[in-house]
């Protein structure tokens, strides 16, 4: 499978998913929908699919669109989202494919919406899977919990994502990382690999290049809200649970100005 991230409005990204023996595409959340077509058709490809993560209007805004320019288009999204345009509404456990070898498992992960959907794909054999995680998670971040609780962030993204094999190549719907990474080192200053990851990312974006994708190991080891259950973690927050710190981490962020 090939992957090619599309910029669209200010700081999200929607993402064409290709499988390159019958050159069928899925795209995720085609905000502007003009853009997604000219890249599918840039590189010859067919449009199938399109994966909603959630119903925000940057997210599944474009829906309504892409299905007047693609009419056999199927658009899945999450049960209890109300998302636009749907044609398809996924459950917990729902499998897709595309094309002959791609597999798409889709994921319930709710708290930033009720309906959150993140989308688990798998290529072929030695390929790293990918996971597209709309605004559960964050590269070194997550999403604000307009929609659930902590509980409910906390098997979001520690249980559901964070038992994802570690290579699981990570695509996200917002260019935050850098802000992220600056909020992650004042929850813990030490971590180097937190330093280290904010020097590249910094320099990606002077490049005007996107930071993802990023992979659930190197999200275990930065990101402070995959990180709540580490006793060190919860301890720099004053905290004794991880429930507890991924409330607290997400209060704290709510009201940093960095
Ligand atoms: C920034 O840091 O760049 N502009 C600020 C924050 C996702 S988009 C913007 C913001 O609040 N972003 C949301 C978020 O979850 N951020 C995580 C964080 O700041 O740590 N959205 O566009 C947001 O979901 C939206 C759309 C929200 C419709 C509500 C509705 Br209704
Ligand atoms: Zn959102």
Redesign the pocket.
Known sequence: MKILPIPCLEDNYSYLIIEENTKQAAVVDPVEPHKILSVAQENGVDLKLVLTT?H?W??AGGNDKIKQLVPDIKIYGGSVDNVQGCTHKVENGDKLSLGADINILSLHTPC??KGHISYFVTGKEGEDPAVFT??TLFIAGC??F?EGTAEQMYQSLCVTLGSLPNPTQVYC?HEYTVKNLQFALTIEPENAKTSQKLTWAVQKRKEGLPTIPSSIKEELETNPFMRVDLPEVQGKVGCTSPVEALREIRQRKDNWRG
């Open positions: 959630h925000h940057d997210h930033h919406t709309g605004d999403g604000k307009f719907g």
